[in-house]
């Protein structure tokens, strides 16, 4: 059946209009979000996003502009062995993740229960999730199944913890990575994290446990938050001559390591916006330490935070700390930075990263991040904002541009916006992921790192100058270009059609809620 012509006098209705002089929706583009989320709640998702809510403030900001959320939780799961990973969700969603996860090398299949309005109302997509979950749970091939809701599942109360824990000795851990209740890709690798952490520490407390691949006899560090593969290592040797090795590093590369990561004498908050994972430590009974050994002067507060906390010697800290911070000391002095240098982010190790380059010589005026500032963060805060250094917690896409215009750097590195952004004023830039978190940062191995990547940014600035000059006049935006007659603006077709688009993605947004 279809509908008669809008115009037809018999329809008894009018002709659909848009007023474009009318003020834009209260809340913009982030309105459906509200939507969604007030569907949650009413489908008995409250405790979940409270939780959220708590562990992840959006601060001044609705939210970052960041990837999806799940991408984060996705990763970590893609990345451990003898694990399956199930996502639900709408099917553009899967396919966006999926292909962004393979874009970045997961070489591994990931699972997606699909839905209908049907399936989503009558609650056959629970049952439809559970039954693949039984399906792929061999205990020959995996040793945990990880079942993600995105945003529709999440908002329509779809309800994984009714799951199984375990079935045929394969664990079950089932998580909600909503858009609208999770700011940013890195916060969701700590849901997941989390959501492993409890239940391996229930595991532990239940009896025993398998043994880790690798074990210590002596007292380990847990390192909190991705890092680049060298750190640890190099954090390892600095620990040894105190007695101490490095554990794992968590989000964690199998399931037995959780087990290693819980059972150590302290955890590092390399990253400190890993809340639900520290909770989870905390309920272990381990202490926290936060920031990180980043240049000399991180170096020596780390190894100090470190002794206090496990009461030792002071005199064997001091003779790591004269080691190591002589030796950090003299690869800075080998690898200067000269140059003003913004730094913006969605990592969350910006402001270590501003920290090295500080004391490599650079000028950082301007530190953004996405994550949230916590309590953890309060070391590499305070120690940056003595050094006469702005840091943005929860910081927009505007605001990082905008400290590119206040300090005229000359060198922005950030998010490829603002990358792009940068190019076009022709200031060399670097994209903070691929470039600057691909590297040592911690310890003498982390020390001058970055001096041949960004010096070599910065000597590139007569380039940007030359292209500039090159295209001028070319036009920007809807008149970039060469043109015989230049293309006239129309505003209010903008408007109006972008109008049409966000009702449409409010109503796809919405279906099931």
């Known amino acids: 059946m279809t509908d008669a012509p809008a115009s037809n006098p018999?329809?008894?209705?009018?002709?659909?209009?848009?007023?474009l002089a009318a003020p834009a929706p209260e809340g913009g583009?982030?309105?459906s979000g509200e939507t969604m989320r007030e569907a949650a709640r009413a489908a008995g998702k409250s405790d979940i996003l409270d939780q959220y809510e708590a562990d992840y403030p959006v601060g001044p900001h609705d939210q970052p502009q960041s990837m999806c959320p799940a991408f984060g939780s996705l990763r970590v799961g893609l990345r451990m062995r003898r694990t399956a990973t199930v996502l639900s969700g709408s099917a553009c969603c899967v396919y966006g993740l999926t292909f962004t996860s393979h874009f970045y090398g997961a070489r591994r299949t990931v699972g997606y229960v699909p839905f209908s309005s049907e399936t989503l109302v009558t609650g056959k997509l629970f049952e439809d999730?559970?039954?693949?979950?039984?399906?792929?749970?061999?205990?020959?091939?995996?040793d945990t199944?990880?079942?993600?809701?995105?945003?529709?599942?999440?908002a329509s109360g779809v309800p994984l913890r009714l799951l199984k824990k375990q079935i045929n000795g394969v664990r079950i851990v089932g998580i909600d990575v909503p858009g609208f209740g999770i700011p940013t890709h890195a916060e969701a690798k700590d849901v997941l994290a989390g959501a492993m952490l409890q239940y391996a520490r229930e595991e532990v407390a239940a009896g025993p446990v398998a043994a880790p691949a690798e074990r210590t006899d002596k007292p380990s560090v847990t390192l909190l938050g991705e890092m680049f593969p060298a750190d640890p290592v190099g954090i390892g040797q600095m620990l040894e001559p105190l007695g101490l090795a490095a554990g794992p590093v968590v989000p964690t590369r199998e399931w037995r390591e959780l087990y290693s990561a819980l059972d150590c004498a302290v955890v590092a908050a390399i990253h400190p916006f890993y809340t639900a994972s520290i909770r989870e430590f905390e309920k272990a009974g381990r202490p926290i330490i936060g920031s990180a050994p980043v240049g000399a002067d991180g170096t020596a507060a780390w190894l100090d935070s470190l002794g206090q906390t496990l009461g030792l010697a002071q005199s064997k800290v001091d003779g790591v700390k004269d080691t190591m911070v002589g030796a950090i000391k003299g690869a800075l002095a080998s690898a200067p930075i000269?140059?003003?240098?913004t730094v913006s982010g969605y990592e969350g190790s910006e402001l270590l990263v501003a920290r090295l380059l500080i004391e490599s010589g650079a000028d950082v005026p301007y530190v953004g991040s996405a994550c949230p500032q916590t309590r953890w963060s309060d070391p590499d805060r305070e120690w940056l904002e003595a050094h006469g250094v702005r840091v943005n917690f929860r910081a927009?896409?505007?605001?990082?541009?905008?400290?590119?215009?206040?300090?005229?750097?000359?060198?922005?590195?950030g998010t490829t916006p603002v990358v792009q952004h940068a190019k076009a004023k022709a200031i060399p830039s670097l994209y903070f992921t691929n470039l600057i978190s691909a590297r040592p940062?911690?310890?003498p191995a982390g020390a001058g790192s970055l001096a041949q990547v960004i010096n070599a940014a910065m000597g590139n600035k007569a380039r940007f100058d030359k292209m500039r000059d090159f295209f001028e006049g070319v036009g920007t935006e809807h008149a970039a270009g060469?043109?015989?007659d230049t293309p006239i603006d129309r505003p209010k077709f903008r408007k109006k059609y972008a109008a049409l688009n966000e009702a449409a993605r409010k109503a796809a947004e919405a279906v099931g809620t």
Do not use: H
């Open 482 to 484: 060469v043109w015989e």
């Open 29 to 31: 583009a982030c309105s």
């Open 10 to 19: 018999d329809m008894g209705r009018n002709r659909d209009t848009l007023d």
């Open 145 to 154: 199944i990880i079942v993600t809701n995105l945003c529709v599942p999440t």
């Open 338 to 341: 000269n140059g003003r240098i």
């Open 129 to 142: 999730i559970k039954e693949a979950v039984e399906g792929l749970a061999d205990p020959e091939q995996y």
């Open 441 to 443: 940062l911690m310890g």
């Open 396 to 413: 927009s896409l505007e605001e990082d541009i905008a400290a590119i215009s206040e300090f005229r750097p000359d060198l922005a590195i």
